[in-house]
């Protein structure tokens, strides 16, 4: 279920990456950027593990992954500054926003 839910969350940062850069580059608002960091960071971390906190198990610590959560948290401040109106942009960050709580604290585990 774990591996399940992991799947369909980095392709769900796939499809709001490619959303956010067309709706960037089409209308050019600054949210939609925010909204292309929050699901770029994790995306990015599965890629090519920038992040290389996770590997170091010897001192386990409450905050995984802290360069991909900074990211995150700018990317959703960022947003939530920016964001003229409650529309699609604010409600597809949310959902990576909760999608990386969960696949960090519950799937990595």
């Known amino acids: 279920m ?4 992991s799947f369909f969350y980095q392709s769900l940062n796939l499809v709001v990456l490619l959303l956010s850069a067309y709706f960037a580059a089409y209308y050019m608002q600054s949210h939609w950027i925010a909204v292309a ?9 599965a890629m090519t593990l920038f992040d290389k906190s996770t590997v170091s198990r010897s001192q386990p610590t409450k905050v995984k992954l802290p360069l991909v959560s900074l990211l995150v948290m700018l990317g959703s401040a960022w947003l ?11 409600w ?12 960090t604290y519950w799937v990595e585990e």
Do not use: D, M, R, T
Request: proline letters at 6%; charged letters at 5%; one cysteine or more.
């Open 2 to 5: 774990k591996y399940l839910f």
């Open 37 to 45: 960091v929050i699901s770029a960071a994790p995306l990015l971390q």
């Open 80 to 90: 939530l500054l920016s964001v003229p109106e409650a529309g699609l942009s604010l």
């Open 92 to 103: 597809l960050g949310f959902a990576c926003i909760g999608g990386f709580i969960l696949n």
